[in-house]
């Protein structure tokens, strides 16, 4: 029985290289001169350091271009509460989200089910493996999820005869 598998994966390589290219570019860009700017990673939590907030804002740009420009959806960033650390210093959590959540697992479940097609969906996890007897229905389904969940990078992966 044709299954695919729906998931929403970020690549840490990438997201480390990127947060690479951040640190050397405020490094060297003049209106950062002698600031304590920089983003580290620690797994999929990124914290972002800055001066004051509007520096911390122009970090968080570049580290959204860098990001864009090695494919990783922006999307999968939530950004966290500005925090103040020593003296006029801030800095903010920024998550990198991977998995799909619970509540957006059933909402495809619940659209894949709505949309009369004859496929099944289930939840493994953190994805949702979607199995049906033809692949042109099962390719309807990536369509419609497509189409409809636009808030949240998915991927589908493991598409399977």
Do not use: C, W
């Amino acid at each position: 029985m044709p299954s695919f598998d729906i998931v929403s994966e970020v690549d840490k390589q990438e997201v480390r290289n990127a947060i690479d290219q951040v640190n050397k570019e405020v490094g060297t860009r003049f209106d950062f001169k002698g600031s304590d700017a920089r983003v580290e990673q620690a797994d999929y939590t990124l914290t972002v350091f800055a001066d004051d907030e509007f520096k911390l804002d122009q970090v968080f740009d570049i580290l959204t271009t860098k990001l864009a420009k090695r494919n990783v959806d922006v999307r999968s960033l939530d950004k966290g509460q500005v925090e103040k650390i020593s003296g006029n210093k801030v800095k903010q959590l920024v998550t990198v989200k991977t998995g799909v959540e619970s509540e957006l697992a059933k909402k495809i479940i619940r659209l894949i089910k709505d949309s009369k097609l004859k496929v099944q969906g289930s939840i493994q996890g953190e994805t949702v493996r979607v199995s049906g007897a033809k692949r042109d229905t099962l390719q309807e389904a990536i369509q419609l999820v497509k189409k409809s969940v636009t808030d949240f990078p998915l991927q589908f992966q493991n598409f399977r005869d």
